[in-house]
Structures are given as structure tokens and as C-alpha cells.
Nanobody, 124 residues
């Protein structure tokens, strides 16, 4: 089993940066692909970024490509999302998720473990 806890969200002005962290427990973390998703009020959950179990393969939603960077430190059981050049459209609750498999996926249904979420608010 995997337990996930996000942190690092907050209020930031447009153009600013935030770094989200996701602390994971469970010995399966190092073999599990991970992802970040976000959900705004009244909107569907959307994929943000994914990373393979070893960190060598990453992918991003077109809306964040070039601005966000996903990474992981398996020795610390931690997933990260560096967010630069933030826009008001990035405002949402951000969730980290563990797939349970080794390859990354943009499909939320492929992820079996989810954190509680952390709020990111970008003001204009």
C-alpha cells in the first residue's frame, strides 16, 4: 500500500513560482510511476505531469509544458512539481498519485493511490 501527502501549495502572484512536494510511504514507491493532477471547482480532474518509476521518462500536459518540471527522489520517497511562470489558469487543487505500475500514464484511472491535495491559487 502507498500513502501520499502533498504540501507546498499557497497563494502566489502571476509569474511567480511554487514547488509542490508529495511524501510517500510504503516500500512500493520506488517501483511505482507517479503523477500530478489538478482539479478546479466545478471542473474535471486533469492530468498535469507524469514520471516513470526510475525518473527517466516524463510527460506533461500541453498547458504546462515548458513551465512545470516533475521529478522524484526515490531515496527520500518524495515526488516534486516545480511550477514556474504561474498563471491564474493554474489555480486548482493539486493531487499527487501513484499508479502502482512502472510506466507513467496520463489517465487518472491508471492510478490507484491518491493524496489529499494541496491548494494552489495564482492571482492576476
Amino acid at each position: 500500500q502507498v500513502q501520499l501527502v502533498e504540501s507546498g501549495g499557497g497563494l502566489v502572484q502571476a509569474g511567480g513560482s511554487l514547488r509542490l512536494s508529495c511524501a510517500a510511504s510504503g516500500r512500493t514507491f520506488s517501483r511505482s510511476a507517479m503523477g500530478w493532477f489538478r482539479q478546479a471547482p466545478g471542473k474535471e480532474r486533469e492530468f498535469v505531469a507524469g514520471i516513470s518509476w526510475g525518473g527517466g521518462i516524463t510527460d506533461y500536459a500541453d498547458s504546462v509544458k515548458g513551465r512545470f518540471t516533475i521529478s522524484r527522489d526515490n531515496s527520500k520517497n518524495t515526488l516534486y512539481l516545480r511550477m514556474n511562470s504561474l498563471k491564474p489558469e493554474d489555480t486548482a487543487v493539486y493531487y499527487c498519485a501513484a499508479r502502482g505500475g512502472s510506466s507513467s500514464s496520463s489517465n487518472g484511472n491508471d492510478y490507484h493511490y491518491w493524496g489529499q491535495g494541496t491548494q494552489v491559487t495564482v492571482s492576476s
